[in-house]
Nanobody
């Protein structure tokens, strides 16, 4: 059973930065792409970013491109989301997720249906 635990959320002023971490259990972390999603109150869960299993490819929603950076450290079973220039509209619960597709090397990562394991989420609040 895979467990994902997010951390690093909090309250920050607009223009500030936060770094989210997601620690995964299990031995196969390095074999799977990882994704970040977020859900604001009253809204559907939306794709934020993803990183390939090797870490060589990264993907971003248009709304965060140029401000957020996803990375992973396979030796630590951890994926990160560096969030800079935060805006009030970034306020949401942020979830990390593990893709179902081992060694997937395509370019389609934005559907939540592609992910089989989810963390509990971490709250990010950006004040104006």
């Amino acid at each position: 059973q895979v467990q994902l635990v997010e951390s690093g959320g909090g309250l920050v002023q607009a223009g500030g930065s936060l770094r989210l971490s997601c620690a995964a259990s299990g031995r196969t972390f390095s074999s799977y792409p990882m994704g970040w999603f977020r859900q604001a109150p009253g809204k559907e869960r939306e794709f934020v970013s993803a990183i390939s299993w090797s870490g060589s490819s990264t993907y971003y929603a248009d709304s965060v491109k140029g401000r957020f950076t996803v990375s992973r450290d396979n030796s630590k079973n951890t994926v990160y989301l560096q969030m800079n220039s935060l805006k009030p509209e970034d306020t949401a619960v942020y979830y990390c997720a593990r893709d179902r597709r081992r060694y997937y090397s395509g370019s389609y990562y934005s559907s939540h249906e592609s992910y089989g394991y989810w963390g509990q989420g971490t709250q990010v609040t950006v004040s104006s």
